[in-house]
């Protein structure tokens, strides 16, 4: 298939063919191959037939894929494309192929009516905006100073809890369990197979940039494991003190009293003197746990951008806080079928949105739709953003309570 009639083809990659795509990625991000253990495993959840690889006389110059995720939207898991890989080579860069892997990643989305949202990582925050994604989801980074007393005294305590430190090797077992919990609670989140699950345990000495190796600690009880923590540990000694740096891969608990725990540990390390925990949800119920959250340093970030590739079906794909009866004008410069007035109605339990001829309550862009999608933006926000212009005196209000989720979206799983 021709992309634009200047030598460009795009082609689907045969899984022969992973070695020369992965090696044209990092050719794209810079030059840094994966370790061996990467590669393979990143060779085992690539999906070849979603792939696109962009050629000329023979060579790679762009790719892009899109993994078919489970993620969390407000009303549960449903089916999301995430997309990744996106590159191109740096001799063909700024000649529009990521707009048109952009495009017809889109396109064939919407004539396979397949995921009706698609959701990325985005290396620069300022790339995706122009193709319609909204930033739907913040993380928090916190650097938190060692200290017994860093956790509020009343913080939720439970006498039955073991704690044991261990290999990361031996908790595959009870990873799953206490991440599958956190799963439906939060929009964002990704169900995580085997293949994910070891995935997240992996710790290829080569990637460690210097850190120890990764450890666990596990909270546990008479019925088995409640939370565990992933982390390693950065050497800092500073005029011959121990400062060591705690860092924090991820964190899951099936209640708050086994969330305390692990963080009040990961707090009183011995020689160390800060946990770094890069992403964090907004609204970590550690922040409300902190003695001092100002010591925290809580610093935002934009994390998950979400694209609504088709409208109605992806606002009828999730639910609402409240009930909602209203006529959305949209506008979309990419994806022409999303244009115009829907009617969106439902509530806590289920929608439908269709297309309509009434007059229009809310005048939104479809970017501002996908910032709202997840909860975690507020319609209010964007509207005095100038991203929603209220139509209809009231409207807003509603939407922008009905679209709000509590709690906010995290996408600990980069893909
Ligand atoms: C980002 C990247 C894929 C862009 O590819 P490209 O083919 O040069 O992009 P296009 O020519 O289609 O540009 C489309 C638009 O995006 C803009 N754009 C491209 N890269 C951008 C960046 N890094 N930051 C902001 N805007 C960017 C272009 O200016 C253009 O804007 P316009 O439509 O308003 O004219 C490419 O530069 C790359 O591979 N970078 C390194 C890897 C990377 O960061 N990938 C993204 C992973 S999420």
């Given at each position: 298939m021709t992309l634009a009639g200047d030598g460009y083809e795009l082609c689907a990659p045969e899984p022969h063919q992973f070695d020369e795509l992965a090696a044209a990625i990092h050719r794209a991000y810079g030059g840094f191959p994966d370790p061996p253990e990467f590669h393979e495993m990143n060779q085992k959840i690539f999906e070849f037939d979603r792939a696109i690889v962009v050629r000329r006389d023979g060579r790679i110059c762009a790719t892009s894929t899109i993994y078919s995720l489970e993620m969390t939207v407000p009303g549960g898991p449903r089916p999301v494309a995430g997309v990744g890989y996106v590159s191109v080579m740096p001799d063909h860069r700024r000649r529009g192929l990521m707009r048109r892997m952009m495009t017809h990643t889109f396109t064939t989305l919407h004539e396979t009516q397949a995921e009706p949202v698609a959701a990325l990582h985005s290396t620069e925050a300022g790339i995706y905006g122009r193709f319609g994604y909204g930033m739907a989801g913040q993380v928090v980074r916190l650097t938190i100073p060692r200290g017994a007393a860093a956790l509020l005294p009343e913080r939720p305590r439970d006498p039955s809890l073991r704690l044991r430190a261990t290999r990361p090797e031996e908790i595959a077992d009870l990873v799953a369990p206490c991440y599958d919990v956190n799963v439906p609670i939060r929009p964002g989140m990704l169900r995580r197979d085997a293949l994910w699950t070891h995935r997240a345990l992996m710790d290829p000495p080569e990637a460690r940039g210097g850190c120890a190796p990764l450890q666990a600690v596990v909270v546990e009880d008479d019925d088995g494991a409640r939370g565990y923590a992933l982390y390693t540990v950065r050497s800092n000694w500073v005029d011959s003190s121990p400062r060591n740096i705690v860092l924090v891969r991820e964190i899951y608990a099936r209640d708050p009293a086994a969330y305390a725990e692990i963080w009040a540990t990961l707090l009183d390390l011995d020689l160390t003197a800060t946990v770094l925990a890069e992403t964090r949800p907004v609204d970590d119920p550690v922040l409300a746990m902190l003695?001092?959250?100002?010591?925290?340093v809580p610093t935002l970030r934009d994390q998950l951008h979400v694209r609504l590739v088709d409208v109605d079906r992806a606002l009828a794909a999730r639910t609402y806080g409240c009930d909602v009866d209203l006529v959305l004008e949209v506008e979309d410069d990419l994806c022409p079928w999303n244009r115009g007035r829907w009617r969106l109605s439902g509530g806590v339990s289920a929608a439908e949105c269709h297309r309509t001829h009434d007059q229009a309550d809310l005048s939104v862009s479809i970017r501002a739709l996908g910032a709202a999608y997840l909860g975690g933006v507020s319609l209010k926000q964007l509207a005095a953003a100038g991203a929603v212009t209220e139509l209809r005196p009231g409207a807003l209000a509603v939407a922008a309570a009905a679209f709000r989720h509590d709690p906010a979206p995290f996408c600990p799983t980069i893909f």
């Open positions: 003695a001092d959250v100002r010591t925290a």
